[in-house]
């Protein structure tokens, strides 16, 4: 596995994790700080491997789709 679908790997585990956590916060009627601050440094986390994953597309914008992503 490359590094890019290694990140794409992590991407998919942060995501189920932030999914999870935002459950538990749900059941828990929103009021956890241990749950939010999880939430907040996977989302950082997060938005880390989203910039490490596009530095390794380049210059390039488009992603094949056919949709200018800017």
């Known amino acids: 596995m490359n590094e890019q679908e290694e ?4 991407l998919l585990n942060i995501d ?16 956890s700080e241990t749950l939010k601050n999880q939430v907040e440094d996977l989302l950082k986390i997060r938005d880390e ?4 994953l596009m530095s390794h597309k380049g210059n390039d ?10």
Not at 16 to 31: F, G, M, P, S, T
Not at 49 to 52: F, T
Request: proline letters at 3%.
């Open 7 to 10: 990140l794409m790997d992590s």
């Open 16 to 31: 189920l994790e932030i999914i999870d956590n935002v459950r538990a916060l749900q059941k828990e009627n929103w009021v």
């Open 49 to 52: 491997m989203v910039v490490r």
């Open 61 to 70: 914008p488009s992603c094949d789709c056919g949709d200018d992503h800017k």
